[in-house]
């Protein structure tokens, strides 16, 4: 009994990061209208983003100039995805918000 006792901390512990959050994943999917200046670089958009670690993935209507992206918010915020768009000529209004799925890592 004592040895069950021990396993149930030990998978507690190891479920827990070092920040002393839980190493659970929160996936969201939102979709945001982008206002593209004189310097926006479409064809880089879903590439750039898609290449970031946490980001499952990037769509992008250039007829509506809409972008829906899913990722994972302990690994990248959606401030940090406003920032790099700023950085390929677009300013991002969002949308929608959805939680798409929230599983362990």
Partial sequence: MKFFGLAIIAVAFFSIMVD????????????LQLVPSPMAQPDLVERSLGEYNGVQSVVLDRASSR?????????????DLEHLLTTLGYRALELQT??????SL
């Fill in 20 to 31: 002393g959050t839980y190493s659970r994943s929160e996936v969201v999917e939102v979709t």
């Fill in 67 to 79: 972008l829906s992206v899913r990722y994972d918010k302990a690994r990248i915020t959606l401030t």
């Fill in 98 to 103: 959805v939680q798409a799925a929230q599983a």
